[in-house]
């Protein structure tokens, strides 16, 4: 009960319920729109909402103002995709995007998002990033060396049967993100002042412990799980 009380107070503070998108672009059955891509290996891809789009250019228009101004008040993003079930949030997903890449350089994940999908923040529509390798399980066409053990375990949760033309989620898929100020509280007061790599490891622990079944996670997963909040405090 503690973790889902951290998770709840969490959301609650954060706003990811009521301010959340739609991931996919879908029909009013809950099919969701394809759209093909690439000019001489043209493929298939599962399409993202644009409410989901809009949101993830909001976010990461503030990270690149906060480098250009040489502010560095932002870490990156921090996303949530997830289920609604009566008015709370359960954790399907937690990932980040850090602001700075190599050599502390503006990561190639935030970086020209508007005229380049390939990346777009870690949902973009490459391989070895979210929406390029679900697509290469849940749509026909792909290559088999797509297709990867952690992207199957996202199809089986998410829709009805894959891989399929006409690919039919379970039920509708939600999607937060927000810029994280290396000064914000995280989802554990007790630390305080939370960066965002700890905020993400923290996430994953909480939400792995209240939401074992649902957390598709694999790393970090349950490894705060049996930290008590006198224990952080300590």
């Excluded at 993830?56 to 040489?70: C, F, P, S, T, Y």
């Excluded at 939600?174 to 000064?183: G, P, Q, R």
């Excluded at 554990?188 to 957390?215: K, N, Q």
Aim: glycine share 8%; with cysteine; proline share 3%.
């Amino acid at each position: 009960m503690l973790h889902r009380q951290i998770w709840d107070g969490f959301c609650h503070e954060q706003k990811i319920c009521e301010s959340s998108v739609p991931l996919f672009a879908t029909d009013c059955d809950l099919r969701v729109q394809t759209k093909i891509i690439g000019k001489t290996q043209v493929k298939t891809i599962l399409a993202r909402s644009q409410a989901m789009e809009s949101m993830v250019l909001e976010q990461v228009d503030i990270l690149l103002a906060d480098l250009q101004q040489g502010t560095y008040m932002y870490d990156g993003l921090i996303y949530v995709m997830f289920f609604k079930e009566a008015g709370r949030v359960v954790p399907l997903y937690i990932g980040k995007t850090e602001s700075l890449g190599r050599k502390n350089a503006v990561s190639a994940n935030i970086r020209g998002l508007r005229g380049d999908k390939g990346k777009f923040a870690r949902w973009g529509d490459g391989y070895q990033y979210h929406i390029g390798d679900l697509s290469a399980v849940v749509l026909p066409g792909h290559s088999d060396a797509a297709i990867s053990n952690k992207y199957t375990s996202w199809a089986e949760s998410l829709f009805v049967s894959y891989p399929s033309v006409e690919p039919k989620l379970k039920k509708e898929v939600f999607f937060w993100c927000s810029a994280w100020s290396n000064t914000n509280l995280g989802i554990w007061h007790d630390f305080g002042a939370t960066r965002l790599t700890f905020l993400e490891y923290l996430m994953i622990g909480v939400a792995s412990a209240a939401f074992p079944m649902a957390l598709l996670n694999r790393e970090g997963h349950s490894r705060v799980s049996s930290v008590s909040v006198e224990e952080s405090a300590a």
